[in-house]
């Protein structure tokens, strides 16, 4: 029987989202934490991340990977019984560590695009996925992880740039209404633009619901967590 797409979810692509690398940041992200497990907790027991990096990827149900080139040896596994080692993109590994925190039995897998692609490409990428997601025989969700700009204050990483938090702004009001025609068009200091940019071709005109579990900007980065139903 076809499935339809069953949810998406929406967070962040940031190592310290993972306690053990967050050192004695992880008091002051609490409800950051609580926000991605939320999310997480509506995805069903198959899930596809996507995210974006310098070089495309995919990362399959068997890769089992590590954030040791973020400072800590935190392992991850895409699956109950991955078992195939590999170098994962961050979206991906942000993936596996959120499915061992809160669904260990979920089968999972990514698909990480380059962020040089065109941002029509990245679109046709999105249906592309969302038809081979309604031709499958069970449910499956999809984890988007991805960030907005990371120039929203004096400290943050990309050095600050004032005309980003209106940008950032205008991005979590769309991940907050379900407005794909917004995130069609993102600039290019959105760091997630080619991510969010698929998401916009996966859900066509829209989520039938869209719903806000948080949004900030910790260390200068703008965060958002949200679901949408398509």
């Not at 509506?42 to 070089?55: E, F, H, N, S, V």
């Not at 990362?59 to 109950?80: H, I, K, L």
Request: hydrophobic letters at 45%; glycine letters at 12%; a negative charge.
């Amino acid at each position: 029987m076809s499935c339809v797409l069953s949810a998406v979810a929406i967070i962040p692509s940031a190592p310290v989202l993972v306690p053990g690398l967050a050192g004695a940041a992880a008091a002051e992200l609490t409800d950051l934490y609580a926000a991605v497990r939320a999310a997480g907790a509506t995805l069903p027991q198959r899930w596809i991340g996507i995210g974006a990096d310098r070089a495309e990827d995919r990362v399959g149900p068997d890769a089992v990977g590590t954030f040791a080139g973020y400072g800590t040896d935190v392992p991850v596994a895409m699956s109950p019984d991955a078992h195939t080692t590999t170098a994962m993109p961050l979206c991906a590994l942000i993936t596996g560590w959120l499915r061992g925190e809160i669904a260990p039995r979920t089968v999972s897998e990514t698909r990480c695009y380059p962020i040089s692609l065109e941002l029509p490409l990245a679109m046709a990428c999105g249906r592309a996925l969302r038809a081979e997601i309604d031709e499958c025989g069970e449910p499956v969700g999809v984890l988007v992880v991805a960030d907005g700009a990371n120039t929203l204050t004096p400290s943050a990483p990309g050095g600050h740039d004032p005309d980003s938090v209106a940008v950032q702004t205008a991005l979590d009001d769309a991940l907050a209404t379900g407005d794909t025609g917004a995130l069609a068009g993102l600039p290019a200091g959105v760091i997630g633009r080619v991510a969010f940019a698929v998401l916009a071709g996966l859900a066509g005109n829209g989520p039938a619901a869209a719903r806000e579990l948080y949004r900030g900007a910790p260390y200068g980065v703008g965060y958002f967590v949200g679901v949408w139903q398509p």
